[in-house]
C-alpha cells in the first residue's frame, strides 16, 4: 500500500472510530470489524488490496471478502494465484463463498476449486447449482444433525466436534439414514437432560421447515415472525441439505427494503451499494424507466394541444397546470408507498383490494377537499377571470380521488399479475396523474365556464 | 366469539396455509404462530378478542401481544381486569411488555403493576424508562451474568438455571461485584472448556458494548455488521444493565426501512401498520405534508404569470410544461431515494457531498442528453413553431443537471442540520424542480427565440 493511502486509511479508521463513540459505541479494541474493512475495500486501488491481504490473517481477509458484493469479491480473487483464491474461499461461510463462485468465469472456478479441500469444493459446488434469491441460495451446509438413535450425552459429543465448524449449534437435527428431517432439539434441552435419553424423546417432531426452492423474503419472515433462531432447509424429498440463521435474515430484509426504496423510486434495483456502483452502471439502471416515463408524459402535451382553444379563450387557466397535476402526483406518492410497503410487509394482499381502494378514497375525499378549499383561496388571491376559482377547487378534488384510486389499487393488480408493485414508482403515478388531471381540468372548466 | 367470526377466522387460517404450502414451506403444524395470531386479531371486535383471550393459554397471548403493535396490546389489556393484565404482562418479554406499559395511562399501569410479581414488575418499571428508539429502549434484562471468580463449571450451573428465562444463553456475561461488565464468553468455549477453569481466562475483555441511550439503529447495525447473536447494553458508569438479541434487529431494520419509505413517499412515518391505520390517521399523517407542497407549488402560477408575455406569443411552449416538470421530478426522485438509502445504509456521510454531488451531476448530463434527443424528436413530430425543438432539448438537458444537483445535495445537507434526510421525498423534490424548472424553460425560450 503507498503511503498516501495508508495514511488516508488510518484516517477513515480514526473517523469512523470517533463517529462511533459519539454514538454511544464503546469497546475500541475490537472495533473495526469485517464490515468496516469491506466498506474500505472499495476506496482501494487494486494493488493496494493486494498488500492489505498479505497484511491481515487469511480468516479475517474471509470475513472481509464475505461483507464485499459477490462481484467485488470475486474481482480482488481473480487478482491473486489459484492457490491463494482457493484457501481464502475456504475461510470463508460456504453460502458467501458460493455467491462470489457464481461471480468468477467459469475456467477460473475450476482453477480455484481444484486447489481446495475437496469437501469445502463440493460443499461450494453444490450451493452455487441455487439461485442466490432462493432459501437454497442463502442457507449453510453447516449445521449439526445426529441420527435418529443417538442418545443427548452423544448428541453433545457431536456439537463439541462440530462446535468451529457449524454455523450455529443452538439447534441440532434429528435424521434418519437417508438423512430424511426427523426432528429438532434445542441445545437448552440437551444441556437440561440426562446424559442416556434418546434424542427422539427431546426433539420437538414436525418441525417447521423451508424448501430450497422457496423465496429467500419469505424464509426470512418466517423466521423472524417465529423469532427462531434457525430454520432447516430441505429439497423435494424432505432431505435436510442446509440450515438460515438469523444472521442471514437481517441481510435479506435490508437487501429487499433496498430493492423496494430503488424501485419506488424509479430505478430499476441496482444489486450493488451505491458507493460502488460505477456512473455508467447508475444510467444503465435509470435510463429505461425515464425515457418509458417520458413517453407516457408526452401524451401531456397532445392533450393541451386538443384543449388548445380553450386555453387560449381562458389563458389563466395555464397557471394552474403544474399545482394541480402536482398535487395528484404528491397524493398518488403518499398512497402508493403505504400500500407497496403493507404489502412487502404482507399487511394486504390481492384479496383486500376493495377494502385497500376504499380506504385510500375516504382519505382521498379528506384531503381532496381541505386542498380544494386552499386551492379556492389561491385563485382568488391570483385575481383571475370569475369562474376559474371554481373550475381549480373542483378540479383538485376530483384529481385528489383519482389518484388515491388509481394508486391504491394499481400495486394490487400489478401483484396478481406476477409483477413486483413496487414497480408503480413515485414517478409513475405522478406521470399517469398528470394526462389524466388535465383532461379531468379542461372537461371541467368547459361545464362550469361554458367554453 | 360469534359463529360468523370464528368462520372467517378459520377461512383465513386456512387461506394462509394454503399460500404457505404454495411458498414451500412446510411443516403444517406449527403454521400458526404468533405473528400470524397478531395478524388476524385487528380484524376482530373487541368482545371478539376476549373470548379468543379465553380459548387460549396465556404463554401464547403473551406471544401475540408481543408481535401486537404496543397501543393495540394496550387497548386488549384495557378490556381485561387488572389481574389477567398482570398476568398476561408477566408472560410476555419485558421489553415488549414495557412498550405497552408506556401506551398505557399511568393510573392503569399502577393497577397492573402491583398485582405482578414483584421482580417482573420491577423490569419492566426500569425499561419503560427509556425512550422506545434507543438501545435501552429495545434491550431485555434476561440475560446470563456471572462473577468474575466463577468457574466454567459454575457458569453451566448458572445457565442450566436460567435457561428458561433469559432470551439467549450463546453468550455468558462477567461482571465484577458492582456489575460492570468486564467480558463475554460463548457458550461454545465453556462447552469445550475444562469445569474448573476460571472464566476469567476462557473471556473475551473489552467486549464490544453499546449505551442504553445509543441509537436503535446504530446498535442494530453493530449486530448485523459483525454478525453478533447479542451486544451488552451499559450505562453511563459502564455497568452492565441488558443485552439486544437478534431477533430485535431484523424488527428494527424492518422498522426503520418502513419510515424512510413512507417518508419518501411525502407522508410522516405512521408508526403503526397501514392494515391497522384508520383514515383519519393517515389523513393527519399525511395532510400537512401535502398542503406544505401544494404552498411550496403554488408559486408555478406566479412564474407562469409572471412570463405571461412569452406564453401568448408562443401558445406551442404550454404543450411542453408538463413533460419539463415531469422528467426533472422523475430523475430527482431517482437521485433522491438512492442517496437517502445509501445514507440509511451507512455508505454515504456528510463527507462524500461533493463526491455524491459529482457523480449524480455525471449521471445527469448523460441522461439528460438522451432525453434531449428524444425530446428534440418529439417536438418535431408535433410540428410546433421553428426554435421551440431546440428550446425544449436545451430545457430538457438544464432540468436534469439542476435536478441531479439538487437531489444530489439536498439529502447530505439536510443530515447535517440533524434532519432526517428522508423528508427529501419524491414529492418534494418534484415541487422544487417544477418551479425553477419553468424559470429555466422561460429564460433560454427568451433567449433562443429571441422574445
Known amino acids: ?82 492457490n491463494e483464491a482457493g484457501q481464502l474461499l475456504g475461510e470463508m461461510d460456504p453460502d458467501d463463498a458460493a455467491d462470489v463462485v457464481d461471480a468468477l468465469p467459469e475456467e477460473a472456478v475450476a482453477e480455484i476449486l481444484v486447489r481446495m479441500k475437496p469437501e469445502d469444493a463440493e460443499e461450494i459446488r453444490q450451493l452455487s447449482g441455487y439461485d442466490p434469491d432462493t432459501a437454497g ?7 449439526v444433525a445426529v441420527s435418529k438413535d443417538a442418545t443427548s450425552a452423544q448428541a453433545i459429543t457431536a456439537i463439541r466436534r462440530l462446535v468451529d465448524e457449524a454455523e450455529t449449534v443452538n439447534y441440532v437435527y434429528v435424521v434418519d439414514e437417508e438423512r430424511h428431517l426427523l426432528g429438532v432439539l434445542s441445545l437448552y434441552r440437551l444441556l437440561l437432560s440426562g446424559a442416556s435419553t434418546p434424542v427422539v424423546q427431546l426433539m420437538a417432531p414436525s418441525t417447521l421447515r423451508v424448501k430450497a426452492s422457496t423465496d429467500q423474503e419469505t424464509a426470512a419472515r418466517i423466521l423472524t415472525d417465529r423469532n427462531l433462531l434457525a430454520i432447516p432447509v430441505v429439497d423435494d424429498d424432505d432431505h435436510l441439505i442446509g440450515i438460515i440463521t438469523e444472521d442471514d435474515v437481517a441481510d435479506v430484509i435490508e437487501a429487499e427494503a433496498t430493492e423496494d426504496i430503488e ?99 375516504r382519505v382521498g375525499v379528506v384531503m381532496g377537499l381541505a386542498m380544494a378549499a386552499v386551492a379556492f383561496g389561491r385563485a382568488l388571491i391570483l385575481n383571475v377571470r370569475p369562474g376559474v376559482p371554481e373550475v381549480v377547487a373542483l378540479t383538485i378534488l376530483a384529481i385528489c380521488i383519482w389518484a388515491a384510486l388509481i394508486a391504491g389499487a394499481l400495486p394490487i393488480v400489478l401483484r396478481r399479475l406476477g409483477v413486483d408493485p413496487a414497480v408503480v414508482s413515485s414517478p409513475l403515478i405522478a406521470t399517469l396523474v398528470d394526462g389524466t388531471g388535465l383532461v379531468i381540468y379542461f372537461e371541467i372548466a368547459k361545464l362550469v365556464l361554458k367554453l
Chains 1, 2 share one sequence.
Open 263 to 361: 424501485r419506488l423510486g424509479g430505478s430499476q434495483p441496482l444489486n450493488l451499494p451505491y458507493r460502488i456502483a460505477s456512473v455508467p452502471l447508475l444510467v444503465r439502471k435509470r435510463v429505461g424507466w425515464l425515457l418509458l416515463l417520458f413517453l407516457a408524459e408526452a401524451y401531456t402535451g397532445t392533450v393541451l394541444r386538443n384543449f388548445q382553444d380553450e386555453l387560449s379563450a381562458v389563458v389563466d387557466l395555464a397557471f394552474f397546470i403544474p399545482l394541480l397535476i402536482g398535487t395528484g402526483g404528491n397524493l398518488g406518492s403518499q398512497t402508493v408507498t403505504l400500500v407497496v410497503r403493507a404489502m412487502a410487509l404482507g399487511e394486504v394482499a390481492m384479496k383486500d383490494i376493495a377494502w385497500v381502494v376504499w380506504k385510500e378514497i
Open 137 to 143: 441460495g442463502i442457507m449453510t451446509p453447516e449445521y
Open 1 to 82: 500500500m503507498s503511503t498516501q493511502a495508508t495514511a488516508d486509511l488510518l484516517a477513515e479508521v480514526q473517523a469512523l472510530i470517533h463517529e462511533r463513540e459519539r454514538e454511544g459505541v464503546l469497546g475500541l479494541a475490537e472495533l473495526i470489524g469485517p464490515a468496516e474493512w469491506a466498506d474500505l475495500v472499495p476506496q482501494l486501488e487494486p494493488n493496494e488490496v493486494a498488500v492489505l491481504i498479505q497484511w491481515l490473517p487469511d480468516e479475517e481477509i474471509g470475513e472481509i471478502l464475505e461483507e464485499l458484493p459477490p462481484t467485488s469479491a470475486a474481482q480482488i480473487l481473480r487478482t491473486l494465484s489459484a
